[in-house]
């Protein structure tokens, strides 16, 4: 029973997070490019996302069996966690150095790429595919459905 409020905790903050931030955007007027994108669009929809989320975090937690055994021993911290977390950082600055240059499909292609290698996908076609795909889905997500075109290449011309 325990294990379960400690649980619905932190569920039930985000949960009330994303209501907050959902009421708070449904005040802003509409306006924008279209009748159905408009700066707070995507807003809107990732505090949905949250409430969403949060609310299948707090079922979860509070339908969670009573736990009778024993607490485990705690686990041993994985092998160069903290390494992986700056070398995160370093590649988003990266990025972010890059995209102006680079253009998006290029910067995000190698991201994405580098951010698999380094949480521990050794598969090449996996990376492969992911450098293809998140990008390109990425693309025609902003640039035909929320109307917000893409940095180019610089370096390209």
């Known amino acids: 029973?325990?294990?379960?409020?400690?649980?619905?905790?932190?569920?039930?903050?985000?949960?009330?997070?994303?209501?907050?931030?959902?009421?708070?955007?449904?005040?802003?007027?509409?306006?924008?490019?279209?009748?159905?994108?408009?700066?707070?669009?995507?807003?809107?929809?990732?505090?949905?996302?949250?409430?969403?989320?949060?609310?299948?975090?707090?079922?979860?937690?509070?339908?969670?069996?009573r736990d009778d055994a024993p607490p485990e021993a705690p686990r041993a911290r994985p092998h160069g966690g903290n390494a992986r977390v700056l070398l995160l950082l370093a590649s988003c600055g990266g990025y972010v150095a890059l995209l102006p240059l680079a253009g998006y499909l290029l910067s995000t292609a190698l991201f994405v790429g580098a951010t698999a290698w380094l949480f521990g996908n050794r598969r090449p076609l996996?990376?492969?595919?992911?450098?293809?795909?998140?990008?390109?889905?990425?693309?025609?997500f902003?640039?035909?459905?929320?109307i917000i075109p893409l940095p180019g290449a610089a370096l390209l011309g």
């Open 142 to 146: 902003f640039e035909k459905f929320m």
């Open 1 to 65: 029973m325990l294990r379960a409020l400690h649980d619905a905790g932190p569920a039930a903050a985000i949960l009330a997070a994303g209501l907050g931030f959902l009421a708070y955007l449904l005040a802003f007027p509409a306006q924008g490019v279209s009748q159905h994108v408009s700066p707070t669009t995507l807003p809107t929809v990732l505090a949905a996302c949250l409430v969403v989320l949060g609310a299948l975090m707090l079922l979860r937690a509070v339908r969670r069996p």
């Open 126 to 140: 996996s990376i492969v595919l992911l450098m293809i795909i998140v990008p390109a889905v990425l693309l025609v």
